[in-house]
């Protein structure tokens, strides 16, 4: 049972460098996130969508985009990296707004 | 808009303790979940309860119990006997509709430490 995947793990960016994390979920789920998850801030909702070809801006969407063209995949692009973009990136997935979400293992992200 | 709201950022016990995390929430729907995430050292997110806003029933799980109360907007979570497992980070969130499709809001979580 893979759940939610993501990848990859760990990455290294330089300012100015672009990158895409990839998320992948094998449960059907209609609705998928991206969340960056800062010391002492919770975890901040980047964007999402409820389904294929539906995506919508969290509350921190400046510096991302994302792209949703099946169901299962959602991933996340950085275009132009900021240290302020150093963060730990969580993907989810969850069958609608309601439901409980199921979280990949996250990407420790560092922009130096 | 909608919120949650974790005061308590880091709380330690000694094993075997009772401790009840805190949550307050705001919004303006009628409808809405809340929720309840574990999230231990190794990092990943783990879905603990979901509640809906027309059940206020407590509700028990072996050592975990939630206590939701509408007329004061907190969804609070305790642990009874608690272990050093327990020791983790706890998140509260919110699921409504502030605005276009359904929305889940995060605390900021609480930190806690169980002492052997």
């Known amino acids: 049972n893979a759940g939610v995947t993501q990848t990859p793990k760990f990455r290294i960016l330089k300012i100015g460098q672009s990158m895409t994390l990839q998320c992948t979920q094998d449960?059907?789920?209609?609705?998928m996130y991206w969340y960056r998850q800062d010391p002492g801030m919770g975890l901040k909702l980047i964007y999402y969508s409820v389904g294929a070809g539906i995506t919508d801006k969290g509350e921190v969407p400046n510096g991302y985009n994302v792209s949703r063209s099946t169901t299962e995949d959602f991933p996340l692009r950085l275009e132009l990296a900021a240290p302020s973009q150093t963060s730990v990136y969580f993907c989810?997935?969850?069958?609608?707004?309601?439901?409980?979400?199921?979280f990949g293992q996250g990407t420790r992200l560092t922009v130096v | 808009a909608q919120k949650v709201t974790q005061a308590q950022t880091e709380i330690s016990v000694v094993e075997k303790e009772d401790v009840t995390l805190d949550c307050v929430y705001e919004t303006r729907d009628t409808t809405y979940y809340l929720f309840w995430y574990k999230q231990p050292p190794s990092g990943e997110l783990v879905f603990l309860i979901r509640r809906n806003s027309f059940d206020e029933q407590n509700e028990i799980s072996g050592r975990y119990s939630w206590n939701f109360q509408k007329s004061t907007s907190s969804f609070n979570f305790t642990i009874t006997a608690s272990q050093v497992v327990d020791s983790a980070v706890y998140f509260c969130a919110l699921s409504g509709l502030p605005g276009g499709y359904q929305k889940v809001t995060f605390g900021i979580g609480t930190k806690l430490q169980v002492i052997p």
């Open positions: 989810a997935s969850s069958y609608d707004g309601n439901t409980e979400a199921f």
């Open positions: 449960m059907n789920h209609n609705y």
